[in-house]
């Protein structure tokens, strides 16, 4: 890829590596809420309408997964801005009813078979950018309105245009749409994203209108989702990869342990080889493989040419968290 970096792998020099339900609000420091920016998208019924029948079965497997833009180097080699750091902040999956949580063998792209709710929470989004179809993937997350989706800021906006006809199915399975395509109605995502695609903060969110009179959440539950958490975590990384040697037909999961780009950006590194297509997919703290439930710290975004073995992704600090708020505290509709 020359200087380019591609969407969602990562592998570098190992030599680089160290050996239920609640209300998600919360209030803090205004400094750690910057305003995101927001992006109207469906917002009447029958723009929901046209956006929902334009997405066929043949459009979506015929969708390309997009490549992420590459870092961009600041004076001091990484990127110009780095994520702002405030006070820890979780809020718990949807739904939970326990089980142990596991550290599993590291896995760096294998399909998930043990079912739980990553299964429907966990989907494939599709949208128009630039005259093409496009696919990347997303995640149902606890929320106030119970309709927010988070997913990677290169998939609500590239090259200085916010996608169209922007849907979220979740549970995709080879074409099979078991709770349904869901249309957004609103797409956010960082200031920096928005300004100059800055990697660093490659996150947004999109907020889905109800389907069939249903919320996002009620249908098919939500992750937990957490801010400003220490780095050099255990996770479990899922995505719908769509380039070879995937197809966007199954969901594929990573798992490992998290280590900080050295080369040029801010953000976490894991072992994966999952391709484009997987880019917006969850990466989760505390995931309980007994559940499929866990708590989203960041999300696929990109990797370097030279190390397609090594998937990075966002520091989810103050800015995805800004994100995140506002979405969740927005109407639906």
């Known amino acids: 890829m020359h200087r380019k970096v591609v969407l969602v792998s990562v592998a570098a020099l190992a030599a680089l590596i160290p050996a239920g339900g609640a209300r998600a609000t919360v209030e803090g420091p205004a400094e750690a809420r910057p305003k995101p920016v927001q992006q109207a998208a469906a917002d009447t019924p029958t723009e929901r309408r046209q956006v929902v029948t334009y997405w066929t079965e043949g459009r979506m497997e015929a969708a390309q997964p997009l490549d992420a833009p590459a870092p961009k180097q600041g004076a001091a080699g990484l990127s110009a801005d780095e994520p702002a750091k405030g006070t820890p902040w979780t809020a718990p999956p949807t739904r939970s009813r326990g089980g142990v949580e596991t550290q599993a063998a590291r896995s760096s792209g294998a399909p998930w078979t043990s079912g739980g709710a990553v299964t429907r929470t966990t989907g494939r989004v599709f949208f128009t950018t630039q005259g093409r179809n496009s696919s990347c993937s997303g995640t149902a997350v606890t929320s106030a309105n119970k309709s927010v989706v988070l997913t990677a800021g290169h998939c609500v906006k590239l090259n200085g245009a916010f996608h169209t006809n922007w849907v979220f199915v979740p549970g995709y399975a080879g074409g099979n749409r078991p709770f349904g395509t869901w249309a957004a109605t609103r797409l956010l995502t960082t200031q920096q994203w928005n300004a100059r695609e800055d990697i660093n903060f490659d996150v947004a969110a999109a907020i889905v209108a109800p389907l069939n009179g249903k919320s996002l ?56 080889n999952m391709t484009g297509g997987s880019s917006g997919g969850p990466w989760m703290l505390n995931f309980t493989e007994s559940t499929g439930l866990g708590t989203q710290n960041s999300v696929n975004s990109f990797k370097y040419n030279f190390a397609p073995n090594w998937m990075f992704g966002p520091y989810f600090g103050n800015e995805a968290q800004a994100v995140y708020q506002s979405a969740q505290s927005a109407n639906a509709l």
């Open 217 to 272: 959440t009620d249908v098919v539950g939500g992750q937990g989702v957490a801010f400003n958490q220490p780095r050099g975590r255990q996770m479990h990384a899922f995505g719908y990869p769509a380039a070879a040697p995937y197809d966007g037909s199954r969901l594929i999961y990573c798992s490992g342990r998290t280590f900080d780009d050295v080369l040029m950006s801010d953000d976490l590194g894991l072992t994966c």
